[in-house]
T-cell receptor, first 118, second 111 residues
């Protein structure tokens, strides 16, 4: 597609429920990233995928968070047993390569999914 | 671990005046630094990056950034601010193939 597409754009869930957030990267982009944006916390790295390599999961805040990328394209971020502190905007980005040094225009970000846990 | 800090949560500037959004970094090895902008209700957009070479980097929308090794800074600048520059600005540093972002600085440009 023309840009990075994320769905849903808004999600309200009850505490303790599981949620799935979806990201459709730009076609042909081999690298895909998930970030979380919270008030006062800036942009927090969660996970990234590059081609068939093992993902870098170093930013996932707990084992309740997981992500997968099927067929090198669409990615799903899953949060199990949601907590109120999980409320944030979850941003997905993609790029042609995994290294921002080699990508002249940087990452392309989606508009995000605003998650509210009540 | 690599990190960046944006010491100002908010910067207020009058239209037509020069603007500076501050960023300092802490890295081991050579720093690779970036600026992104987030306009209201829109996704983050790449502005510019410093890899090596000239300390003054020019980017999109008339922005530039000055890399200063002795002060470990990478401040974003623009000679004449526009009201349309009002947005959230993020500084970032590369770490192992991904970007680590700062807390963000809200820039407000008033007419």
């Amino acid at each position: 597609g023309a840009g990075v597409s994320q769905s849903p754009s808004n999600k309200v869930t009850e505490k303790g429920k599981d949620v799935e957030l979806r990201c459709d990267p730009i076609s042909g982009h081999t690298a895909l990233y998930w970030y979380r944006q919270s008030l006062g916390q800036g942009l927090e790295f969660l996970i990234y995928f590059q081609g068939n390599s093992a993902p870098d999961k170093s930013g996932l805040p707990s084992d309740r968070f997981s992500a997968e990328r099927t067929g090198g394209s669409v990615s799903t971020l899953t949060i199990q047993r949601t907590q109120q502190e999980d409320s944030a905007v979850y941003l997905c980005a993609s790029s042609l390569g995994y290294d921002p040094l080699t990508v002249s225009y940087g990452y392309t970000f989606g508009s995000g999914t605003r998650l509210t846990v009540v | 671990a690599q990190s960046v800090a944006q010491p100002e949560d908010q910067v207020n500037v009058a239209e037509g005046n020069p603007l500076t959004v501050k960023c300092t970094y802490s890295v081991s090895g050579n720093p690779y630094l970036f600026w992104y902008v987030q306009y209201p209700n829109r996704g983050l957009q790449f502005l510019l990056k410093y890899i090596t070479g000239d300390n003054l980097v020019k980017g999109s929308y008339g922005f530039e950034a000055e890399f200063n090794k002795s002060q470990t800074s990478f401040h974003l600048k623009k000679p004449s601010a526009l009201v349309s520059d009002s947005a959230l600005y993020f500084c970032a540093v590369r770490e192992k193939g991904k970007l680590i972002f700062g807390q963000g600085t809200e820039l407000s440009v008033k007419p």
